[in-house]
Each structure stands twice: as structure tokens, then as C-alpha cells.
DNA sequence: TACCAGGAGAAAA
DNA sequence: TTTTCTCATGGT
């Protein structure tokens, strides 16, 4: 089983990274297409402007926010966006408001905010609504691609249901899978440059599995 | 210097 | 409906 090789290799990896369950959802935003390091900075620089909450982001004109969050790249894409979720997320009276509605009322609530797509809401979901939803990103369809569990052809939701139907609803093991496999391709790219190369390698974690 | 990285929406075909 | 383009910084 890959969890189990990528468990027995890096441990538990207790994510998400952040100080507040807010700190979370703007992480996930800033993350879109992006390097995590980028994100911290760009995180950095945002907390030394102002404190993060929904209020305080939606205070700063558009142009402060992208300056303050330019590390992250799409600067400007990024403010509109995040200011958009913060409207949102107040309309909905904040974390306790959100925390009301299950999880499908939930997924659909943020995926009808404007530069919220599948990705960004379910790493919402999960990490910071600890609800049971498999995040798929570029390093799950990249590692599974090369063991030839996936073809390449196939959509989000689809990969994302077959995760959840051959897991089950299980809220800790999907944090630990998904930081796992983040874990798993940033390791293989410290070893070598490319990921794509990687997970079939002798250094590998998962070879074979 | 060139290429790549945890996505999403708009425009074009 | 599907494909292509755009947004951008930082590391290697």
C-alpha cells in the first residue's frame, strides 16, 4: 500500500502548517500553482502588515494586499481572490457560520466563491473543517500516474472519489495521506530535479508499491 | 538563461 | 464542450 510506504518512510506529518484554522484557507488560496516557500513569505510579510482575519484583509485597498503577498506570485490575481473569499466567509458569519453546514452544503458554499476551484476548497475542507474529503493535487496525479494507477485522463472529481470510496471517510488519514504525498514529492525533488522522474527510482520511497 | 512549481477563470476554438 | 491562454515570483 503507498500510505503505508510513505508512512513508514517520513512518520507523521501533523498538517496543515499554520498558526489559526483562518490562516489555513488563506494558505490554500496563496498556494494555487505555487511553492509552499513562496507561500510563507508571502504569509510573513502579511502578518507583519496586519493581524490575519477577514476583516483586517478586507481593510487593505487591493493593490496593499497584492504588495504585501507578491512573494506568493499571481500577486494581483491572488488579493482580488482572497478578498473575494473574506466577503464570503463573513456573509457566512465566519468559521462557526461555515462549521454549520455539512460538509456537501459546505464544498458547494466555497466553490461558488470567484478563485475557489476543487482544490482550493477541499484543502479548506480538510485542513481546516476537518471534514473527510481527499485533496487531489499535481503531486498526487504525478506520483499515482507513475505507479500506473492513473492514466492521466482522469478529472478531479473523479480521482477524488475513488480515493474516498477505497478509503473511507477518514478525516486523519486523509491529513496524513495528502501531507505524506506532499512530503514524498519534495523529498524525491531535494534528490533529483524532476519529480516525474522520481518515484520510480531506487531512492524512492514508494517504488514498487 | 531557461525552466519549473500544490490552480483557477476567461477567452478562443 | 473542450482546449488554450493568462496570471508572476523565487529556486535551481
Known sequence: MVYAALFAAYGPRHWWPADSLFEVMVGAILTQNTAW????????????????DAEAILNLSTEQLADAIRPAGYFNVKAARLQEF????????????????????LRRYLL????????????????AFERPVFVVDAYTRRLFQRLGHLSGNEGYEQIRS?????LGADVVLFNEYH?????????????????DQCCLSE???????
Open 179 to 195: 501531507a505524506l504525498i506532499v512530503n514524498h514529492a519534495k523529498a524525491v525533488c531535494k534528490t533529483k530535479p524532476r519529480c
Open 112 to 127: 461558488a466563491i470567484k478563485g475557489i476551484g476543487p482544490e482550493t476548497a477541499d484543502d479548506m475542507l480538510l485542513y
Open 37 to 52: 516557500s513562496n507561500v510563507e513569505r508571502a504569509l510573513q510579510r502579511l502578518r507583519g502588515l496586519v493581524s490575519l
Open 203 to 209: 531512492h524512492c520511497a514508494v517504488s514498487g508499491q
Open 86 to 105: 473574506c466577503r464570503s466567509y463573513l456573509i457566512a458569519g465566519g468559521l462557526n457560520g461555515l462549521a454549520r453546514l455539512d460538509t456537501a452544503a
Open 162 to 166: 475513488a480515493f474516498e470510496s477505497a
